[in-house]
């Protein structure tokens, strides 16, 4: 890696850190799905900063920012777009939707029923959405970060699995240490306040064009064929544990691959080691497994699964 990205990526988790407080795994596991060009999910109760962070990693990276409020009431055409007729023309004009952005934060998208949830699946699989028989191109920087409030909490839809496989990640978002917590409380006395964000601007770090080339550092981030047989390895092990009812598909395994590349590029290494993909793995699948009934009553979680079986396969030396 050149000292130019590794300086570039330090200054952004800096940045970054001014105004997160206490959520240093949370940034960097958001940055990395970033640099692997992948889709985010952040799960968590109300008020541990995933809105501001989404909109502080836009800032930072100098991309476009679009927020999209999910309620039981959203339509699709809301997200999308809607074609209008327009008097002066004599012809129907297209009104895009907020979806046309780069960063794009779907905020608690389980708020709204399947029907809208659906509406992001062809912008995140293919970065475009069709409306009226037109394919309209959401350019190469979209990325949904999306947040969801746990599943237990009521007025929630769960997310049907097709839609959260197109998630790379799905990061848990906990309330910050006591410490941390402190320090949020002695920048709020110093007058610091999430919701006059104008009035504590950030530095830019990036344009556009250097978030782009930040990416492509990303993959050319070397992946040696025992650590690709690894990564196979640990999702085909998420198929045959007793412990699961549904297991990792083989865009699970390109994602993981995806999510390591990153995950090295962030510790300023040109190869991946097994550790970025133990690391990244539980982010990576969580969300992509279904624990058997007699488990889930157990109290036993996706995580709990998947710390077994990362124990169980052996890593290449």
Do not use: W
């Not at 064009?209 to 550092?217: C, D, K, N, P």
């Amino acid at each position: 890696m050149t000292t130019s990205v590794a300086d570039t990526l330090d200054r952004i988790r800096t940045e970054i850190a001014t105004r997160i407080v206490g959520q240093t795994d949370v940034i960097d596991q958001v940055l990395v799905a970033f640099l692997a060009r992948g889709h985010v999910l952040l799960e968590g109760v109300p008020g541990t900063a995933k809105t501001l962070l989404v909109r502080t990693l836009a800032e930072t990276l100098g991309t476009r920012f679009g927020r999209i409020q999910f309620t039981p009431d959203l339509m699709p055409s809301d997200i999308t777009g809607v074609s209008i007729f327009a008097e002066g023309t004599r012809a129907f004009e297209f009104r895009p939707g907020p979806v046309f952005t780069d960063l794009l934060l779907a905020d608690e998208i389980n708020r709204a029923p399947a029907k809208t949830q659906a509406a992001l699946l062809e912008a995140m699989q293919e970065r475009q959405v069709t409306t009226d028989g037109t394919a309209r191109t959401l350019g190469s920087l979209f990325t949904v970060f999306a947040t969801q409030n746990p599943v237990e909490y009521e007025g929630t839809f769960p997310l049907p699995e097709a839609q959260l496989d197109r998630f790379l990640v799905k990061v848990k978002v906990g309330y910050p240490s006591a410490d941390a917590e402190v320090q949020i409380l002695d920048r709020f006395a110093d007058g610091f306040d999430s919701d006059r964000l104008a009035d504590f601007p950030l530095t830019p770090v990036l344009d556009a064009e250097g978030s782009r080339v930040l990416r492509t550092a990303a993959d050319q981030v070397t992946v040696a064929p025992e650590v690709r047989a690894y990564i196979a390895a640990v999702v085909r092990a998420t198929r045959e544990d007793a412990g699961l009812t549904l297991g990792g598909s083989p865009r699970a395994s390109v994602a993981l691959f995806r999510a390591a590349r990153g995950a090295a590029l962030l510790a300023n290494r040109t190869f991946v080691t097994p550790d970025d993909v133990k690391d990244f793995a539980p982010a990576v699948l969580r969300h992509r497994i279904i624990v058997a009934p007699e488990l889930d009553v157990e109290g036993r979680t996706a995580d709990d699964v998947l710390d077994a079986i990362l124990a169980r396969v052996p890593a290449p030396q």
